[in-house]
Every structure is written in structure tokens, then in C-alpha cells.
């Protein structure tokens, strides 16, 4: 199957309840010709399908899921991104109608069933015993088949599908309890014994469905709360936007923006769509987007994001990107690819889950008969432990454990401006006890100026864009070097040329122009051949740098970046780059050394320069003289060291060490191709995210953990419980219930993590 014919839709999943659910609709989807992966997350309602569109569609999909016992919601023509939110909401508003009039009707059952254990209560009750319990049958009836609907049609179509599922525990249990009293008032002689209609549990059975509906509402909810940060992000987005069309303004949808548009926002008012702005100057409020808490001041050429609220000043700017295509947009699909994906410790509560119902309805039965069997039991005690032993069971708390922990950690990360693009990195960036460093734009500013234009000490004769002097001068050597950096891109021949262009040297292009990466460049100017570059460039070019020694050493004394000018063979001079260190990345580097994490910083710089910025920065490795396709290198020799790696740049020549780290971060002013093959994308671009990625991490796989540890130890401990008799149904239930509202409130607890 050819990987650029799958497609891959996230699609939302109705009539989920448990773990069980999960891996029967994963195990329905990926036995389809032409599925190549199916994730099914339980959290999210949702299932992230790869298909071949060529070899099956979405309607066989949705009708497999169908044949299963649940519904795939196919896409309609708003975004897919929208419908899990209103489906969620739409089964929450479900629910609580089910929970209010299962209250309504329980509450009279369970007082006329207390009532009628008073000797007394018939002295005043208008109602004979008979009609009593004839009346009980008639209110839980109500309650069995209208909010306890639901369990019953979900189990009736497993079991002609000879599934089982949560559903199938519920309605066996409270069916069996409501069956026997229906017996016990009805036809009381079937049971023969002439007391058996003084023992009716229509109580048991509607207490249990409105505890369970009181604990799926609880669950919705919950993970409503947990999936904040999806609707916070689609929020930002306001709903029209003012463009200048034929030189007079217009209000459109935001929808109808236009590439190239000319967008106007006054202040107070969210910028609609990503672009440039053409006139005017404002501060942004970034914050909800970025996760930047200062707002940042936006003038002509600069960028602006979708979402960000425009402060003070009224701004024109053309519009670059709309619609999917935009920043927020992006953000929005990787949180929520995220957290539908599934992270490797779910596998073991998957398989687990796979076996769960059959292995508790064989205990159930086990129970029953072993207490039917067993010496002086009755019908009722062995009927009364095989529902608390089915009621109990649950594996929904399985099933939550870990998606819902990996919702509202990555729901968090999203609002601290940390975005991860799947819960395996989530997991595994936990176990990170390495990271490589880029220098520049990463530990770094990213704005590379000239400090420093030191002429070599010669007294040769210089004609060069229309000077000419006994000797070399600082300008004439920037001039030169500007003049043979002027079609390169590389961040320090930008700086060369802008510090030339300052000071109006810039006058005269080099042609033949050839660049070496992470070397230096050269060009031919006037008919002479001019270098450019590091001095081992130089050197390998066999022209003799010794004539600036001295001042190659004091420029990297002071961190700064050497690139030697020759003419000829001849040097001509030296010029020192300064990219300062960002005021937050010793602050970072310490974080990191405080969590054991050991930081080593990878650059082209020589082993002098490189040394010394790291001393600024608190880094004790250094790996100098790296070329930018090397970088990938270092980093796997690492990896053959047992390290697990991550890897934090922001250029183009980074993305290739960042796919081959285990953990590859990209930073906010990152290149596209960089964010692309990043498994971290941090928006601010402030080291200390690093350390908050490790942090929300570890708290977030703590809290998993703590889940898993907890759904477990419920289920080893009730059903025994409940097998020997230790627990009635109604308390089983209650226990059920709090089981998943329990774990889903655990996992909201990481919503109060402090990352800084």
C-alpha cells in the first residue's frame, strides 16, 4: 500500500462506555481491507483511522462500526475539528436529562422501599402491601427503560453479535434484580415459597442505573473540562473580519478572507487571519496563542497571528495564510492529534481490557453458584452477590487512565505555548536525560550583529568599490566581506551585509559566488577571488591566517565568532559577530541540571568561541566545529551511548538531527521544515520551555500511572469483595461510579501543574 494513498480522518465514535468498546471498534476498523491503523480513544470519543481511499470508503467504515453496536460520525461540511465538541456536548445534555428523571423517579422507590421495612407503615399507607409493590414495578419500570435504556439496547446488539462489553455487565446485573422481583409480584408461586414477595429489589435496580447515569454524566463533564484547551484555541478565532476591497472596507465571515487581502483591525480586536502588516504599528497580546505573557510591539513588515488581540494601534497587514492553513489552525490539529493518539503504556490496560467482561461474567457465574451450592445460602444471597460481583467490575476506569491524563496534559502544554505532537512523545519525552543544544536562534538570540572590523596588518594596496588606500581600513574590510556575502543566506553573512549596509559600504555584488556549509563562502570581485569564512576555511584554502593571530584569540576569548576576509591569498582582515546569549537560557540550563538532565551544546564555532559562550551559559559540554549536516551525527553517536536524546534548533539544517533524536524540539522562531520534523514545537522562544516539556512530561506519565495503579487495585479488590458477600449492589455501584469520576478527576489535577 503506497503511503501517499492513505489518508488519515479523526472521526468521532457514539455509544462508547468502557475499554472493551475501545478495542472491539480498533479491532472492527483494522480488519477492514484497506485500513492500515485505527486508534481508538476513549477520552475523546474519537477514532484517527488511515485508510486507503482507493480500497475501502467511509461509508464501509461507518457501516462496519454500525454492524459493531456504535456510529461513526462522518464528516459533514463544517470541520471534523468541530463535530466531537458538539457531540460531546450533545450527549452531555443526554445524560443529564436521564440523570434528572431517573432521580425523579428513584427517590419515591427507594423511600416507600425503607418505609416498608417499618412494622407499622401499612397501619397508614394507603396502599396495600400487593399494590405497594405493584406500584414500585411500575416507577422502575420507568427507570429500567427510559435513562436505563441505554445499557440494554448496547447489550442486546453485542449479544447478537456474541460481544459483551460494560453495558452487558449493567443491564445482566440490573436486569436480574428487576426480572426476579417482576416474579416476585407477579408470580410469586414460581418461586415457591409463599415469603418470596416480601423480597422485591426494584430499589436495587433503579438505585444502580441512576448511580451509573450519575456517574456517565459526572465522566462527561469531566472530560469536557479535559478538553478545554481544544475549545479555548477554536475560540480565539473571531468570527468576521474587516478587509479593504476596491478601496472601501467590508465585513466578512472569516471563512471568506482571501489570501493577499487587506485585513483591518482596531484596537481591542482579535487579528482574524496570519499575515504581514503593511501600515501602522501596535502591540500584540500573543498570550492565549504563544503563551508570551508580555505583549509584543508589531510594526510594518512584521508577522501577525490569528487569535492575538490587537492592543492599541489600528493596523492594515495582507493576509499570508487563512482558514486551516493558519497558526492557530496548526496548533489546534496538533493538540488534538495528540491527544487522540495513544500512548504505549495504554497497550497493557488495551489487553487487558480485550478479556475484562468475559473473565467477570465467568466470575459472576462462579459466585452465584458457589454461594447457591454453599451451605445454608439461599436464591437471594447468591442472586444478591452475582449482580454486586457484575456491577462492580468495571473497566471503564481502564479505558480512562491514560487518555485522559494525556488530554489535559497536552491540553496544558497548549496553553503554556508547549505542543506535542503525539502522546508517544509525551511518554517518552520523560525519559529525556540528554539534550543537544543549537547555538544560534536557540540559545541564542538569533540576530547576529558585527562587533568587531579588525584590518589584518599589511601594507598592501587596496582598490575596492571605489576606495582605494595604502593598507587595509575596518571599512574596507566589511566592504569586501559584504560585497562576497551578498548572496548568502547564512544568518552571519546577513549580518555582515546589514552592518555594511549601515554604514553605506554596500555598493558591489561578488559573481561566481560559491558557498561551503558552515565553512565560509567564495566570490570573485573586481577580478580577484575573495574568501570569506572560518579561518580552517582559509587554511584549507592554503592561504596563511597567522597575520591575525592575536585578534582571532581575543574575538574568541569574548565568544565571538571569527570570519577571516582574504583576498588572493592574502588575508585582509578578521570580523567579529556577536549573537548574544538570550537573558532566560542560563536560567534554562540550570533547570535542566537540576533535573538531571546534562546539556551539551553542538555548534559550527571553533572550540575556543564555543567554550566560551557555553561558560556563559552554565553548559559543561561542548561539541565545537560541528558542520550542520553533523549535527544528526552527534546526536545518534549519543544515542549508541543508551541516551535518549532529545534535540532542540530552529533551522532548516536542524531537521534532520531532530527526526533522528528520540525527542526532536523545535523553537517559536523556528523554520517550517523545522516545526515539521520536530516532536516539541515551542512557541515562545525561551529555552526555559525546554525544562517545562520535561516537566509537564514526567507529572503527566506520574499521573498515569497513578490511574492505571488505582483502576487496577479497584477491580483486584472490589470484585473480591463483592464475590465473598463484603458489598451489596447498591454500594457496588456507587464504587463504580466513583471509579471512573475518580481517575478523570486525578487527571485534572494536572491542570494546576506549575511548569515555571
Not at 465514535?13 to 491503523?37: I, P
Not at 460520525?73 to 445534555?93: G, N, Q, W
Request: proline share 4%.
Amino acid at each position: 500500500m503506497a503511503t501517499a494513498d492513505i489518508k488519515t480522518l479523526s472521526l468521532p465514535v457514539q455509544g462508547m462506555t468502557c475499554a472493551s468498546c475501545v478495542v472491539r471498534v480498533e479491532k472492527t476498523l483494522t480488519k477492514l481491507d484497506g485500513v492500515q491503523n485505527a486508534n481508538v480513544n476513549l477520552a475523546t470519543e474519537k477514532a484517527t483511522i488511515s485508510y486507503d481511499p482507493a480500497q475501502t470508503s467511509l461509508e464501509t467504515l461507518a457501516r462496519a462500526v454500525d454492524e459493531a453496536g456504535y456510529k461513526l460520525i462522518l464528516p459533514a461540511t463544517k470541520p471534523v475539528s468541530d463535530v466531537p465538541h458538539d457531540h460531546t456536548e450533545e450527549s452531555r445534555d443526554v445524560l443529564r436529562g436521564d440523570l434528572l428523571l431517573s432521580i425523579i423517579l428513584t427517590v419515591p422507590i427507594m423511600a416507600v422501599s425503607m418505609l416498608m421495612m417499618l412494622p407499622s407503615f401499612h397501619d397508614w399507607f394507603p396502599v396495600g402491601h400487593d399494590d405497594t409493590n405493584k406500584l414500585l414495578l411500575v416507577v422502575a419500570s420507568c427507570v429500567m427503560f427510559l435513562p436505563g435504556r441505554r445499557f440494554f439496547v448496547v447489550a442486546w446488539k453485542l449479544a447478537r453479535r456474541f460481544s459483551a462489553d460494560m453495558n452487558t455487565l449493567v443491564a445482566v446485573g440490573t436486569g436480574t434484580a428487576y426480572v426476579y422481583s417482576v416474579i416476585a409480584v407477579l408470580f410469586p408461586h414460581w418461586l415457591g415459597h409463599s415469603e418470596a414477595a416480601n423480597h422485591v429489589y426494584f430499589d436495587t435496580s433503579a438505585t444502580i442505573i441512576t448511580l451509573i447515569v450519575l456517574g456517565k454524566y459526572l465522566e462527561a463533564s469531566a472530560k469536557r473540562r479535559a478538553s478545554d484547551a481544544i475549545r479555548a484555541l477554536l475560540s480565539l478565532q473571531p468570527k468576521t473580519a474587516r478587509v479593504i476591497r476596491n478601496g472601501s472596507e467590508q465585513d466578512v465571515t472569516v471563512d471568506d478572507v482571501r489570501i493577499d487581502d487587506v485585513v483591518l483591525v482596531r484596537p481591542g480586536e482579535r487579528i482574524p487571519v496570519d499575515g504581514v502588516i503593511l501600515r501602522g504599528a501596535t502591540t500584540l497580546d500573543e498570550s492565549m496563542v504563544t503563551g508570551e505573557s508580555l505583549p509584543v510591539e508589531k510594526t510594518v513588515g512584521d508577522r501577525v497571528v490569528g487569535g492575538t488581540i490587537n492592543k492599541n494601534g489600528s493596523v492594515e497587514f495582507r493576509a499570508t495564510a487563512v482558514g486551516n492553513d493558519t497558526f492557530l489552525a496548526h496548533i489546534a490539529r496538533m493538540v488534538e492529534d495528540a491527544q487522540g493518539s495513544k500512548a504505549p503504556v495504554q497497550r497493557l490496560a488495551d489487553t487487558i481490557a480485550g478479556v475484562f467482561v468475559p473473565v467477570v461474567i465467568g466470575i459472576a457465574l462462579v459466585t452465584f453458584f458457589a454461594w447457591y451450592f454453599g451451605a445454608q445460602s439461599t436464591f437471594v444471597e447468591a442472586m444478591i452477590n452475582f449482580i454486586a460481583v457484575l456491577i462492580i467490575a468495571c473497566p471503564c476506569a481502564l479505558g480512562l487512565a491514560t487518555p485522559t491524563a494525556i488530554m489535559v496534559g497536552t491540553g496544558v502544554g497548549a496553553r503554556h505555548g508547549i505542543l506535542f505532537r503525539n502522546a508517544e512523545t509525551l511518554e517518552k519525552a520523560h525519559q529525556v536525560r540528554t539534550v543537544v543544544i543549537d547555538k544560534t536562534g536557540t540559545l541564542t538570540q538569533g540576530r547576529p550583529t558585527v562587533t568587531d572590523v579588525i584590518p589584518a596588518d599589511t601594507s598592501a594596496k587596496l582598490a575596492v568599490n571605489g576606495m582605494s588606500c595604502a593598507g587595509w581600513t575596518s571599512e574596507a574590510v566589511l566592504s569586501l566581506a559584504a560585497a562576497a556575502e551578498s548572496s548568502s543566506e547564512h544568518p552571519l553573512a546577513q549580518a555582515i551585509v546589514t552592518a555594511a549596509a549601515e554604514q553605506g559600504l554596500l555598493s558591489e555584488r561578488g559573481v561566481d559566488f560559491q558557498s561551503s556549509p558552515g565553512k565560509g563562502v567564495s566570490a570573485m570581485i573586481a577580478g580577484e577571488s575573495i574568501l570569506a569564512g572560518s579561518p580552517k576555511f582559509l587554511e584549507e584554502h592554503g592561504i596563511d591566517v597567522s597575520a591575525v593571530a592575536e585578534s582571532l584569540s581575543k574575538l574568541r576569548d569574548a565568544a565571538k565568532t571569527p570570519i577571516v576576509v582574504a583576498q588572493g591569498s592574502e588575508v585582509v582582515g578578521v570580523i567579529g559577530i556577536s549573537d548574544a546569549i538570550k537573558p532566560t537560557s542560563p536560567e534554562a540550563i540550570e533547570e535542566l541540571r537540576g533535573m538531571d538532565i546534562d546539556v551539551v551544546l553542538a555548534t559550527g564555532d571553533n572550540q575556543q568561541t564555543a567554550e566560551a559562550l557555553a561558560r556563559t551559559a552554565g553548559i559543561r559540554t561542548v561539541l565545537s566545529g560541528i558542520l550542520p549536516g553533523e549535527k544528526a551525527r552527534v546526536v545518534k553517536d549519543l544515542q549508541k551511548g543508551g541516551k535518549i536524546v532529545a534535540m532542540v534548533g530552529d533551522g532548516i539544517n536542524d531537521a534532520p538531527a531532530l527526526a533522528q533524536a528520540d525527542v526532536g524540539m523545535a523553537m517559536g522562531n523556528g523554520t517550517d521544515v523545522a516545526l515539521e520534523a520536530a516532536d516539541i514545537a515551542l512557541t515562545k522562544n525561551d529555552l526555559r520551555g525546554i525544562a517545562a516539556a520535561f516537566r509537564l512530561s514526567r507529572r503527566t506519565i506520574n499521573t498515569i500511572r497513578q490511574n492505571l495503579f488505582w483502576a487496577f487495585i479497584y477491580n483486584v479488590v472490589g470484585i473480591p469483595l463483592a464475590a465473598f458477600g463484603l458489598m451489596n449492589p447498591v454500594l457496588a455501584a456507587a464504587a463504580m461510579a466513583f471509579s471512573s469520576v475518580s481517575v478523570i478527576s486525578n487527571s485534572l489535577r494536572l491542570r494546576s501543574v506549575r511548569l515555571g
